[in-house]
């Protein structure tokens, strides 16, 4: 039988990214002078929510075992669609309009991805590799530098606060952990979420089991173009600019905090809220940086480093925690 | 059998056979799992230039003793004796040092790769300094492939192979790129044609005669194995009943050896399903003419709600097909027709038949219906949350959590960690107790099960079968194919015989004789006048 003490250590394997998380906090906050401050433990998070938007888009299309790599430029092309569509292409439309139309041009994107990957059944990463580059090459047309003055809204979700007790704290913290906890919500309590990690465990299985398997795939792609324009709206708003760079080369961080997060590259495992954690310790990582008085030139390398030692840890943990169980 | 009935039989091998020496002896060989005995006292000897059949129903111990003679499984007790040295642990790599080569039943090709590679592999021809000499495994490969008469280039992928090829491939590759003098061939005929069914068997007469090697024939059709071997072993229950030189044989005596005798198999249960109380049931579930392509032509029957009907046929004889099709999932051309109640359907989508009361169960457990990684709770529902949820839309946990201690409860299912646990943590029959209940939840019509007993041990099996019967026949009718007879007459109101895509024969439940129809399905022709066997004739649509 399986002791209490054994169903503790599962607890904390499943959540083993929030142990990380609370480690790298301990050993900055110990190691670097005025890392820990309030302000700074307010930062990570609001820095962190633009990222981790887009660690929950992928978090969906690996639970359904599926990848998105087009990602990082449906942050970018997203706002940058919905803002010049209210200032320049139809100007009558009140400013304010332009984060439903970046949410919608996301959602449209993440529908051409599904389509792309189902209907046509090219392979997922080619399929959102080539949406990559195109994407970035049309953004980079249209805004051959950026666009500096953003609708307001922008402004009020990416970087006003309200302030409780002492301390401001941005709408975007408020935002994305709503979104994280409807997320897990969705993932844990819905029939859609139920089928997404069903097709991503045996998609032969599901299909056999009367899962519309092609419907849930088709959906899991524009719930992760959703995830990327929320992204978007948040950086554009953190930033007052959509500058054509944005996000670029942030797909890579991307997979490295959905699998940091628990989230198997093989489908159907892993807590999309942990994906959350994910996001966090990037960006705990990065800060570490920045307070320490690292050579700029070495930064990289440390993170990546840093990512490479929390992956062992993940991994170690793991082969302790299953040769455990199993005996 | 003793040791001095084997010497007999030796001797009268070695009248038919001059010269033949014993090549691999097997003497008392006995294998016990948790005090179970699966196989007892077996001996046997095998001789050079001869092909030597070992028959037996599932579960018989054939394939525990395929295992143990090239090593993959040690035996609990006896000894093995190759070319006269007794070996006392055999391991696959020294039998294949041996010339001990095992064609399995089931093979994963390296998909990519030539014939000639998949040939070679592991024993490339090299030229100077080491490199692959490919122009020579060409030219080697080539001339094996003719000499076994298939016309295919060794430079084609293996994977663009027909089955059919692949096998015989195997085959060459055992003989030649092997050098097997020990050739075990594990139902290596299901998969193949009457032609290429033929090809092999020249090829096997033609080695076993020129270079006197010895071939070991485990197989499940009677016609063939009569047709090839030189001797023929019966195993029952774990036990040798009999080896025999074919001559002394008919088929007839070979199923009966089978089997064991013509009177022991009357089925024990007779009480009646739900069906047999309320015979005036409408005929839910009709299929009519149905032909689809190779895999099964002009099939007919009726299943009412509250009746199980049985499927019996050998392995590849198209009953999986049939219910693949049935379930949605073959989707090649097909004529005749499917109704349902009063309206006909075209299964063309497993989610389409599911909203239309129809379930299939799949005999490929682990690749096409587990959900591995996920909990048991995930996998007995399956795609069926939709039931539980609320006004929101969120799934209902307690209702969810209640009908899994349901389902638990009635089908007996062992979760040692609760439901919570991974399914992979779970012995293959609660597995299978599992996919059972996830169809159950659906509340379907009809059920489709193929080989449900598969892989299940003897307790949960006896479950399931049970529960088959008292439980789910209640509600749905339900079609379950297999080719253990015994599952069948265990469950079934009516049993159909299915050979070479046709039906062949129908029993029903009062004439149940486990000979009949194992001889039916092995496509012989029944005594339709003998003992009570009235309904041999009739087909299904009749019933």
Do not use: W
């Given at each position: 039988m399986k002791t209490l003490k054994d169903r503790y250590l599962k607890l904390v394997f499943d959540n083993f990214i929030w142990v990380l998380v609370a480690f790298f906090l301990v050993l900055a906050s110990v190691v670097i002078d005025g890392f820990f401050s309030v302000e700074n433990f307010i930062n990570m998070p609001y820095h962190s929510a633009s990222l981790s938007m887009m660690i929950l888009g992928m978090g969906f299309c690996l639970l359904s075992r599926q990848m998105d790599l087009s990602l990082e430029s449906t942050y970018v092309i997203a706002p940058a669609i919905g803002v010049l569509l209210v200032t320049r292409w139809f100007p009558g439309i009140p400013d304010n309009f332009a984060v439903l139309f970046t949410i919608i041009t996301g959602a449209f994107i993440g529908l051409t991805n599904g389509l792309l990957v189902v209907k046509l059944r090219i392979n997922s990463f080619l399929a959102t590799l080539a949406m990559l580059i195109v994407l970035r090459g049309i953004v980079e047309y249209l805004l051959p530098v950026g666009i500096f003055k953003v609708p307001s809204l922008f402004g009020v979700?990416?970087?006003?606060?309200?302030?409780?007790?002492?301390?401001?704290?941005?709408?975007?913290?408020?935002?994305?952990?709503?979104?994280?906890?409807?997320?897990?919500?969705?993932?844990r309590n819905t029939v859609f979420g139920k089928?997404?990690?069903?097709?991503?465990?045996?998609?032969?299985?599901?299909?056999?089991?009367?899962?519309?398997?092609?419907?849930?795939?088709?959906?899991?792609?524009?719930?992760?173009?959703?995830?990327?324009?929320?992204?978007?709206?948040?950086?554009?708003?953190?930033?007052?600019?959509?500058?054509?760079?944005?996000?670029?080369?942030?797909?890579?961080?991307?997979?490295?905090?959905?699998?940091?997060?628990?989230?198997?590259?093989?489908?159907?495992k892993g807590k999309i809220v942990n994906a959350m954690g994910g996001g966090l310790l990037l960006t705990i990582i990065t800060t570490m940086m920045n307070y320490s008085e690292v050579s700029p030139y070495l930064i990289k390398a440390i993170q990546g480093l840093t990512l490479l030692i929390a992956m062992i840890l993940n991994n170690v943990i793991e082969i302790f925690v299953r040769s455990r169980l199993s005996r | 059998m003793n040791t001095l009935a084997v010497d007999r039989v030796h001797a009268d091998m070695l009248v038919s056979n001059p010269g033949a020496k014993t090549v691999y002896r097997v003497?008392?060989?006995?294998?016990?799992?948790?005090?179970?005995?699966?196989?007892?006292?077996?001996?046997?000897?095998?001789?050079?230039?001869?092909?030597?059949?070992?028959?037996?129903?599932?579960?018989?111990?054939?394939?525990t003793f395929v295992d143990i003679m090239h090593g993959s499984n040690t035996p609990s007790s006896g000894t093995l004796t190759v070319f006269d040295e007794t070996l006392t642990k055999l391991t696959p790599t020294l039998a294949h040092e041996k010339k001990i080569v095992l064609v399995p039943q089931k093979t994963r090709y390296a998909k990519d790769l030539t014939i000639a590679e998949s040939l070679y592999i592991g024993s490339y021809p090299k030229g100077f300094l080491g490199y692959v000499n490919n122009r020579k495994m060409m030219l080697l490969s080539r001339k094996l492939l003719q000499k076994v008469g298939l016309e295919v280039e060794p430079s084609i992928k293996i994977g663009d192979l027909s089955l059919e090829k692949r096998r015989l491939i195997e085959v060459v590759k055992a003989l030649w790129c092997f050098d097997a003098k020990v050739l075990i061939l594990d139902e290596t005929t299901a998969a193949l044609g009457i032609k290429f069914r033929k090809k092999l068997f020249e090829l096997l007469k033609k080695v076993v005669a020129e270079e006197k090697r010895t071939v070991i024939f485990i197989g499940h059709r009677l016609d063939e194995i009569m047709e090839i071997c030189?001797?023929?072993?019966?195993?029952?229950?774990?036990?040798?009943?009999?080896?025999?030189?074919?001559?002394?044989?008919?088929?007839?005596?070979?199923?009966?050896?089978?089997?064991?005798?013509?009177?022991?198999?009357?089925?024990?249960?007779?009480?009646?399903?739900?069906h047999s109380k309320k015979v005036t049931q409408q005929h839910w579930f009709r299929v009519s003419n149905l032909s689809c392509q190779d895999a099964f032509s002009d099939v007919s029957f009726e299943v009412a709600v509250g009746e199980v009907v049985g499927l019996a046929g050998m392995v590849g004889s198209g009953y999986s097909e049939l219910l693949r099709y049935l379930g949605g999932l073959l989707l090649d051309r097909s004529t005749g027709?499917?109704?349902?109640?009063?309206?006909?359907?075209?299964?063309?989508?497993?989610?389409?038949m599911k909203e239309r009361g129809v379930g299939y169960l799949t005999n490929k457990r682990e690749e096409e219906a587990l959900f591995h990684g996920l909990s048991i709770t995930n996998n007995l529902i399956g795609s069926n949350f939709k039931k539980y949820i609320n006004r929101l839309g969120l799934v209902r946990y307690a209702k969810v959590n209640q009908s899994v201690c349901l389902t638990q409860e009635i089908l007996e299912i062992k979760m040692p960690w609760g439901s919570g646990a991974m399914i992979d943590s779970l012995s293959g029959g609660n597995k299978q107790k599992v996919l059972v209940g996830r169809l159950l939840d659906y509340d379907l019509r009809v059920l489709l099960l193929d080989e449900v007993t598969e892989g299940v041990d003897i307790g949960a099996r006896r479950k399931l079968l049970n529960f088959i019967r008292k439980e789910v026949s209640k509600k749905a009718a339900v079609l379950m194919a297999s080719n253990v007879v015994m599952d069948l007459m265990d469950v079934c109101d009516r049993i159909l015989v299915i050979y070479q895509g046709h039906i062949v024969n129908a029993f029903n439940r009062s004439d149940f004789n486990e000979h009949e129809i194992y001889s039916a399905l092995q496509g012989l022709v029944v005594n339709v006048g003998k003992g009570n066997g009235s309904s041999v004739s009739t087909m299904g649509a009749n019933q």
């Open positions: 979700l990416g970087a006003d606060t309200f302030l409780l007790g002492n301390f401001e704290i941005p709408y975007t913290i408020f935002i994305y952990i709503t979104i994280f906890v409807i997320a897990g919500f969705i993932v089928d997404i990690v069903a097709v991503g465990s045996n998609a032969t299985a599901a299909f056999i089991a009367g899962i519309r398997v092609d419907r849930v795939h088709i959906l899991v792609f524009v719930v992760s173009g959703i995830c990327a324009a929320v992204g978007g709206v948040l950086a554009v708003g953190k930033m007052g600019s959509v500058m054509n760079q944005l996000g670029n080369g942030d797909i890579l961080f991307v997979f490295a905090g959905t699998v940091l997060g628990g989230i198997s590259l093989d489908g159907g | 003497q008392g060989v006995g294998k016990k799992y948790a005090g179970t005995a699966v196989l007892s006292d077996i001996n046997l000897n095998f001789l050079s230039g001869e092909i030597h059949g070992i028959v037996g129903k599932n579960g018989a111990g054939k394939s030189d001797r023929i072993s019966v195993l029952r229950d774990g036990r040798l009943i009999k080896t025999a030189n074919t001559n002394d044989l008919d088929i007839e005596d070979l199923a009966e050896l089978i089997i064991g005798g013509r009177e022991n198999s009357k089925s024990s249960d007779q009480t009646p399903t739900h027709e499917v109704c349902l109640g009063d309206k006909t359907v075209i299964p063309h989508n497993p989610a389409f």
